[in-house]
């Protein structure tokens, strides 16, 4: 990896050979945030696919067997997975985690940062499996947990050494009126710094950025969902590399139920000042905003304020949506593209059909 120098607000320092980061406290309604004043670089290039050619002086079987397989239009080059599985898994250890929720907020949700000594590469729009400390009701080690990666491939601290999560704790009232805890969510909230994590993977291919750097990229986030869409923007907006640069928009939709759950919007509103040509932002806030009707503001809901832009850009070949978060979101947005689509003389779940056959329709729901 060649140089970076990264500036960062934030609780820790960072430093190694060929990185420098410096830790600037700055308050924020949230208690944390942890952008960099000045971009980082990296050497983590992007590939450019090869189109295979054939002679025409040579066999059909040459042909066949010479005949290009479809090349990922996303930065798939060198990706790699399940490295670390649940019997060998890696031992990192906390070094961050931070309360990102107001104190008002239904809810709390960290931010933490792990060590992976650059040994856990994983790339953005990938996830981790923790496996809690503990055993289970039958004495067995409790099993891995999925979590979406909230950071880019260099880490929040630009030396490719750490990996961070964004986790909501979860705890709910069962039919019996007994308070249950989420196993994994509370052990990894209540880490504290030096605290050792078993991690495996890293795992997934669905969320990778599109190798395009002028594409539109529609990002749809309800919640912890937008853990993965936090590293696709750190890597557009607060970091230079060689072989990648964002010309083209990225477009976050980000839905939550109050104001003091608006996660990393200090970080966002950064972007959007370093570069208000490539990047817009909309928040949903169900429970304090409505629209013109008097409906609740979902995700969906503000999305339909601009359904027609929508639509035209979901025409284009280098427009991908990528969804994150609540299941139930996908099904609003059905609805507000199946007419629009109509208008066209086009069937919407058709249509979607080949936008994900294409790569350009990406989920990762729960």
Not at 89 to 101: A, F, K, S
Not at 251 to 266: A, D, I, N
């Amino acid at each position: 990896m060649s140089s970076a120098t990264m500036t960062t607000v934030a609780l820790l320092p960072s430093s190694h050979a060929g990185c420098k980061a410096k830790a600037v406290v700055a308050a924020a309604p949230s208690g944390f945030s942890f952008y960099p004043a000045r971009s980082a670089r990296s050497s983590n290039g992007v590939g450019r696919g090869v189109r295979a050619q054939v002679s025409t002086t040579e066999t059909a079987a040459a042909e066949v067997k010479t005949k290009a397989e479809k090349v990922s239009k996303k930065q798939d080059e060198g990706v790699v997975t399940n490295k670390y599985r649940p019997k060998e898994p890696y031992t990192g250890r906390c070094l961050l985690n931070t309360r990102i929720t107001g104190d008002d907020a239904p809810g709390e949700t960290w931010h933490m940062v792990f060590s992976t000594e650059g040994e856990l590469p994983y790339r953005e729009g990938q996830s981790i499996g923790v496996i809690p400390d503990g055993i289970d009701k039958n004495g067995k080690p409790h099993k891995l947990r999925l979590y979406s990666i909230a950071s880019s491939a260099i880490g929040d601290f630009g030396d490719s050494k750490t990996v961070s999560l964004c986790v909501k704790r979860l705890v709910y009232t069962n039919d019996a009126g007994e308070i249950v805890k989420g196993v994994c969510s509370n052990f990894l909230c209540d880490l504290k710094p030096g605290s050792e994590v078993k991690m495996t993977g890293p795992v997934g291919k669905e969320m990778l950025m599109p190798k395009d750097p002028n594409a539109t990229i529609i990002m749809l986030a309800t919640g912890t969902g937008i853990a993965p869409f936090r590293s696709f923007l750190w890597k557009m907006f607060f970091e230079e590399h060689d072989g990648y640069k964002f010309n083209g928009l990225a477009w976050l939709f980000l839905g939550v139920p109050t104001g003091s759950t608006l996660l990393y919007r200090e970080e966002f509103e950064r972007m959007k000042e370093i570069s208000p040509d490539n990047f817009r932002l909309d928040f949903a806030v169900s429970r304090e905003q409505t629209n013109a009707a008097g409906d609740k503001m979902y995700i969906q809901t503000r999305m339909a304020e601009y359904k027609d832009e929508l639509w035209e850009l979901l025409k284009k070949d280098n427009t991908y949506v990528y969804m994150c978060g609540l299941k139930g979101m996908e099904k609003g947005i059905d609805d507000i593209m199946v007419d629009l689509a109509a208008k066209d003389g086009i069937d919407w779940l058709d249509y979607k059909k080949q936008l994900k056959k294409s790569e350009q329709w990406n989920v990762e729901v729960y």
